[in-house]
């Protein structure tokens, strides 16, 4: 599972770090001191946990759960248990006290993969990301993107009915984008697995668009396709 | 001579909480110095930051500037601090101004002040332990 931690207080970032490490369950994507940087990072790539603090500079952290635009399982952890109401409030999962031992936080890990187990299944269709794109935020389901292309310092978003560019390379984003169904396929695309008409030789078709398959990814591109 | 095995026993400050540590972590001495390093390197701006907040009358600033170090001393096995600065925080959010606050302040400041000289000596004592 994924996951950020946003937390000022530096010791306790790195203990909560050392926690997820220790677990063995959990890639932590990066640490965040305060709600605007966590918020700019969240808004463009989707993390299964966060681990949040509450009293930051700023905004709270339930400020930020007030914008983030979708919504992952979130432990609290903070050293003020007055705030578990409100942790009821956003249906946190777990509320960790700081500090708090390993045992408690392998408790709380626990506690939400009892959720996930809950939970519906999800589809492409639940997920998906915001690119910055002509001054303002855009949300695009993973489902509606075609592929990627990469324009130098730019990356283009390719949908069934419309392009979007943004500041971004396919280096950078091959590490946020969701693999299950996104896969870098060349140095200049990645593609969207489950949009692939066909396979010629060493290009794919996506809605009448030949995309260059590398010979690095070719082998990997046919293990993740259904071959009967 | 002894053929006795050479076993290093760290003695904590009597003021230090040995089982919060160790439930913390472990019998993870290095551990325990970087923990320890990073307390102190973060509790130098962020008590000079509360220093200027009740000097500036801030009492909102001074409310969040306790809460900020109040978790720093749980995790280096030190409760008592951590409770003093919860006390002075809730006396923060009853107050409606930092002339309220003036003994209360004193004596956290004194509390502080002990409480980071501990940390400073069981650091270095971390550090030799360490390198021994």
Same mark, same amino acid.
């Given at each position: 599972?994924?996951?950020?931690?946003?937390? &000022?207080?530096?010791?306790?970032?790195?203990?909560?770090?050392?926690?997820?490490?220790?677990?063995?369950?959990?890639? %932590?994507?990066?640490?965040?001191?305060?709600?605007?940087?966590?918020?700019?990072?969240?808004?463009?790539?989707?993390?299964?946990?966060?681990?949040?603090?509450?009293?930051?500079?700023?905004?709270?952290?339930?400020?930020?759960? &007030?914008?983030?635009?979708?919504?992952?399982? =979130?432990?609290?952890?903070?050293?003020?248990?007055?705030?578990?109401?409100?942790?009821?409030?956003?249906?946190?999962?777990?509320?960790?006290?700081?500090?708090?031992?390993?045992?408690?936080?392998?408790?709380?890990?626990?506690?939400?993969?009892?959720? &996930?187990?809950?939970?519906?299944?999800?589809?492409?269709?639940?997920?998906?990301?915001?690119?910055?794109?002509?001054?303002?935020?855009?949300?695009?389901?993973?489902?509606?993107?075609?592929?990627?292309?990469?324009?130098?310092?730019?990356?283009?978003?390719?949908?069934?009915?419309?392009?979007?560019?943004?500041?971004?390379?396919?280096?950078?984003?091959?590490?946020? =984008?969701?693999?299950?169904?996104?896969?870098?396929?060349?140095?200049?695309?990645?593609?969207?697995?489950?949009?692939? &008409?066909?396979?010629?030789?060493?290009?794919?078709?996506?809605?009448?668009?030949?995309?260059?398959?590398?010979?690095?990814?070719?082998?990997? =591109?046919?293990?993740?396709?259904?071959?009967? | 001579?002894?053929?006795?095995?050479?076993?290093?026993?760290?003695?904590?400050?009597?003021?230090?909480?040995?089982?919060?540590?160790?439930?913390?972590?472990?019998?993870?001495?290095?551990?325990?110095?970087?923990?320890?390093?990073?307390?102190?390197?973060?509790?130098?701006?962020?008590?000079?930051?509360?220093?200027?907040?009740?000097?500036?009358?801030?009492?909102?600033?001074?409310?969040?500037? =306790?809460?900020?170090?109040?978790?720093?001393?749980?995790?280096?096995?030190?409760?008592?601090?951590?409770?003093?600065?919860?006390?002075?925080?809730?006396?923060?959010?009853?107050?409606?101004?930092?002339?309220?606050?003036?003994?209360?302040?004193?004596?956290?400041?004194?509390?502080?002040?002990?409480? %980071?000289?501990?940390?400073?000596?069981?650091?270095?004592?971390?550090?030799?332990?360490?390198?021994?």
């Amino acid at each position: 599972m994924s996951c950020v931690i946003i937390e &000022d207080l530096q010791v306790a970032a790195e203990y909560t770090r050392k926690c997820c490490e220790k677990s063995g369950l959990l890639d %932590v994507k990066d640490h965040f001191t305060n709600v605007a940087d966590a918020l700019a990072y969240l808004n463009t790539t989707t993390v299964d946990i966060l681990f949040l603090d509450v009293e930051m500079p700023g905004a709270t952290g339930f400020d930020l759960l &007030d914008q983030l635009g979708y919504s992952p399982k =979130v432990i609290l952890t903070t050293s003020k248990p007055e705030y578990a109401y409100n942790a009821f409030e956003y249906h946190v999962i777990d509320f960790l006290k700081k500090p708090f031992t390993y045992q408690r936080f392998l408790e709380a890990l626990q506690k939400a993969a009892v959720k &996930d187990d809950s939970d519906s299944p999800v589809t492409s269709s639940d997920k998906h990301i915001f690119i910055k794109s002509d001054g303002k935020l855009v949300r695009l389901n993973n489902e509606d993107i075609l592929y990627i292309e990469s324009m130098g310092d730019y990356v283009k978003f390719v949908t069934a009915d419309k392009k979007y560019i943004t500041h971004n390379t396919i280096k950078a984003l091959e590490e946020k =984008v969701d693999k299950t169904c996104f896969m870098k396929v060349h140095r200049s695309y990645i593609i969207n697995l489950t949009k692939i &008409d066909d396979i010629r030789e060493n290009d794919l078709f996506i809605k009448g668009t030949e995309i260059p398959i590398s010979k690095a990814h070719k082998q990997d =591109v046919l293990r993740r396709l259904n071959i009967i | 001579m002894s053929n006795q095995a050479e076993h290093k026993t760290f003695i904590f400050n009597e003021k230090i909480d040995k089982e919060l540590l160790i439930s913390l972590y472990e019998d993870d001495f290095l551990y325990m110095e970087e923990i320890f390093s990073i307390t102190l390197t973060q509790l130098t701006p962020d008590i000079i930051h509360l220093n200027a907040s009740f000097e500036a009358g801030n009492l909102s600033a001074l409310q969040k500037a =306790v809460h900020k170090i109040k978790p720093s001393f749980g995790f280096v096995g030190m409760p008592v601090t951590q409770e003093l600065c919860k006390q002075f925080e809730d006396s923060c959010a009853a107050a409606t101004s930092t002339d309220q606050l003036a003994s209360a302040y004193a004596e956290l400041c004194n509390g502080l002040k002990e409480s %980071v000289a501990i940390i400073e000596s069981e650091y270095g004592k971390f550090k030799a332990y360490n390198q021994s």
